[in-house]
């Protein structure tokens, strides 16, 4: 019925179908292989960089025709500061060139954007643009592309448990209350709602890591690796991705029908 998955090169697939019931609500990406898809090219890292932007645009109205709720993307982790100062601007510079070219097309689509992340200590310039385009953006009821920039897991995490120590410490909650529910609510995945949790995780270039993406919350999320490098993904290896997952048994920890 639908074509195996090539994990080192599902680009070439053209004739994934998929199961329009069973499309991952929340899909969330590492966006790797930037710098070797320039290096590969004898250009700059930066110039994998600004290809990965066009990959995002791409991706996005992809994954909004396909019928995902969410998209995650990891753009910037807060370990990402300890790189090169001049690829650290470029970088912070990509979502003022993204939203300035592509809020209308997000319009278009009906797609919302949200951004989690210490976006306060991002460039002023910065904050702005991700601010215009939530603004802009804020009655599209469609898919939500979620940006994680300046976001990291652990960071996160203790951010989240500082929050609920308050509450115990205020009398607003007591340590017996504290339970999976407390600390979703707690965590930056909460302005998701009932898609806080990523079904599908992927991750481009090879490399098969989570590098503090989503820790609490890919639990239970299907993880796919590709060989593929950010700028080469495409809409036909989104659906290649979206084929595995739907080919895998998901249990939760219980069992599958038929066992
Ligand atoms: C990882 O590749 C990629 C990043 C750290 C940045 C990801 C950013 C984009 C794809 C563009 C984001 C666009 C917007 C609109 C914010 P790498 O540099 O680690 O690649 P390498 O492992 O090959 O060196």
Known sequence: MFAFFNKN?????????????????????????????AKSRHLPRVAGHKEGMNTVKKITIAASDLGVKVLTLYAFSTENWKRP?????????????????????????????????????????????????????QACDGMVLNFALN?????????????????????????????????????????????????LLIRT??????????LWQIAYSELVFTDVKWPDFTATTLKACIADFQHRDRRFGGLSDHK
């Open 151 to 199: 976001y990291g897991s652990r960071a996160e995490m203790v951010t989240g448990i500082q929050a609920i120590a308050q509450q115990v410490q205020a009398g607003k909650l007591t340590v017996d209350q504290i339970d999976e529910r407390t600390v979703d609510d707690a965590l930056m995945t909460s302005a998701l709602g009932q898609y806080h949790d990523p079904d």
């Open 9 to 37: 090169d599902p680009a070439t697939d053209e004739n994934v179908e998929l199961d329009a019931q069973r499309i991952p609500a929340h899909v969330a990406i590492i966006m790797d292989g930037n710098g070797r898809w």
């Open 85 to 137: 100062t001049d690829e650290v601007n470029y970088l912070m510079q990509l979502p003022v060139s993204f939203f300035d070219t592509f809020v209308p097309d997000l319009v278009k689509h009906n797609v919302r954007v949200q951004v989690m992340g210490y976006t306060d200590q991002l460039p002023a310039k910065t904050q702005k643009a991700v601010r215009d385009a939530v603004a802009d953006t």
């Open 205 to 214: 270039s090879g490399e098969e890591r989570i590098s503090n993406f989503l």
